[in-house]
């Protein structure tokens, strides 16, 4: 990698910049999202008994857990030194501050024009604001890690990156298991390299065969319990139907283009359209593999489309540099090339089309808590001793268990969880039923102490207040923006008499 002293300036300041913003927006906010206080209560048991929790006994009342935890024992690490809640501010921001730079040196090596690699580095300014500054989740640490992986992958020819590549490789399979996108895209990359009759080096064909069977030993060891129990739903995380849409949202052509913005989506269209009919550069067919590979997963609802965006987003701003590229040597053979302020300008239109908009939209995305939420949560742990479960919406329940220590009845991990449909449907009911006696059986089946009725519930439901309410049966211990009740009333199992 060479990169010059102007090169190395400009990088700093961009990724001191985002890393700064990121900052301040994480601080001018209550809390984190809400899926992060379910990261942080397992980095808060790694940091106190060196474990995550695999049987926790919150949430859905108490069940197991599998999950990948190099993300969770990170930030503990790093929380040994700082206080947890800067940790797992810093840390993640750090991570998406970062992709820059490495967007830097991809481009650096897959073309050979000395500007295109700050400019695309420039353009991925915008990439790390798909993640919300207050998302403390593995994603943000698998970012940087696929692309070091790809970038190993390009270097695998000089001394010394085949090891490089192997413990990067091994590093992002212990983060998400959407490291399936390195595998499938590799595999694509050869096939389309044998279709083409292109000589693939040995030595990308032996990593990409490591690459494989590691995955499929790894995701054995970690998952085995599921994938024996859950069978092919685990593909879809034991996600219930009703909500599937939810998190699996079908994207038009439109929405795509609005969120990764129309520059590199024309520009990567063109590149794809080049190189897989006219044009034989391997990079680029490397980075279409992934291009296309991200698009059939998130086709068939095996990605959630937010995450799929900032991926596709990213191949893309990769992809952008041979479109730039070729469009720099065509105007160089014209009279263009004598007007030096012609590219500078397409180079700022670009970067204002790109940047600008995206940033925007993140900011004003953000999917946290309010304050008067959070305060409610904390309230029930520190004002109600008695045990019992809680009712609060399916994304509340990591607040519940992360705030009040308090049992939840549904959160957003379906993992190893039987009957999940039913459960949601009972959550439902909770909250739409006006018949007493249904609402206070349901109650009992899940062992429900207290319901809390939020602003976001209220809007979701179209309720003032639960419709199966009477004070003589439900309590109002907490009466805020948030309203909660304690549960007094039960209906008793009689014993049929005896023949």
């Known amino acids: 990698m060479n990169l010059n002293k102007k090169h190395a300036i400009i990088l700093a300041i961009l990724t001191i910049s985002i890393f700064i913003i990121r900052i301040l927006i994480a601080f001018s906010q209550p809390g984190f999202t809400y899926e992060s206080y379910f990261h942080l209560r397992h980095i808060e048991s790694i940091k106190e008994t060196g474990l995550p929790l695999l049987n926790d006994p919150l949430s859905y009342g108490g069940r197991e857990l599998r999950f990948l935890p190099l993300f969770h024992y990170l930030i503990a690490a790093l929380s040994l030194i700082l206080p947890l809640h800067l940790a797992a501010i810093l840390l993640p921001n750090l991570f998406l501050?970062?992709?820059?730079?490495?967007?830097?040196?991809?481009v650096q090596k897959i073309t050979t024009n000395q500007h295109i690699p700050l400019i695309c580095a420039?353009?991925?300014?915008?990439l790390p604001f798909l993640f919300n500054p207050n998302s403390v989740t593995p994603e943000t640490l698998f970012i940087p890690l696929f692309l070091l992986t790809l970038y190993a992958f390009l270097n695998l020819e000089q001394p010394h990156y085949p090891y490089i590549y192997t413990l990067l490789f091994i590093a992002t399979t212990l983060t998400s298991s959407a490291t399936i996108l390195l595998i499938l895209g590799f595999a694509l990359y050869l096939l389309l390299c044998f279709i083409e009759n292109r000589l693939v080096p040995?030595?990308?064909?032996?990593i990409v065969l490591f690459s494989l069977f590691f995955f499929v030993w790894s995701q054995l060891l970690f998952f085995k319990e599921t994938f024996l129990t859950q069978g092919l739903s685990f593909i879809w995380q034991n996600i219930p139907p009703q909500i599937i849409q939810q998190y699996f949202p079908t994207a038009s052509l439109l929405q795509v283009i609005a969120s990764i913005t129309i520059i590199p989506f024309i520009a990567g269209t063109v590149v794809v359209y080049k190189n897989l009919f006219q044009g034989k550069n391997a990079h680029a067919i490397l980075l279409i593999s992934f291009a296309l590979v991200?698009?059939?997963?998130?086709?068939?609802?095996?990605?959630?489309?937010?995450?799929?965006?900032a991926l596709f987003s990213i191949i893309l701003t990769l992809l952008f540099a041979f479109f730039y590229e070729e469009l720099a040597t065509y105007l160089h053979k014209t009279k263009m090339s004598r007007k030096t302020f012609f590219l500078p300008i397409i180079t700022s239109i670009i970067l204002a089309i790109t940047i600008l908009p995206a940033t925007i939209g993140a900011i004003h995305n953000q999917q946290i808590p309010t304050t008067s939420e959070i305060e409610a949560f904390q309230w029930l742990e520190n004002s109600t001793p008695q045990p019992g479960g809680v009712l609060a919406l399916l994304e509340e329940g990591h607040l519940v268990t992360y705030f009040?220590?308090?049992?939840?009845v549904m959160d957003d991990q379906f993992l190893l969880i039987d009957n999940v449909e039913e459960r949601f449907n009972d959550l439902h009911s909770l909250y739409t039923t006006s018949f007493q006696t249904q609402a206070i059986d349901l109650?009992?089946?899940?062992?429900?102490?207290y319901l809390v009725l939020s602003p976001r519930a209220q809007e979701i439901y179209g309720i003032q207040n639960f419709r199966y309410f009477d004070p003589a049966c439900f309590v109002p211990i907490y009466n805020k923006e948030v309203k909660i009740y304690k549960v007094t009333c039960t209906i008793e199992q009689k014993t049929p008499p005896l023949q």
Not at 294 to 309: E, G, P, Y
């Open 443 to 449: 109650l009992q089946k899940y062992q429900i102490r």
């Open 404 to 408: 009040s220590k308090k049992p939840n």
């Open 294 to 309: 991200t698009s059939i997963l998130t086709f068939f609802r095996f990605m959630k489309l937010s995450f799929a965006l």
């Open 122 to 126: 420039s353009m991925s300014a915008i």
């Open 202 to 206: 040995k030595q990308e064909s032996e």
């Open 97 to 106: 501050a970062l992709v820059p730079l490495i967007i830097y040196v991809i």
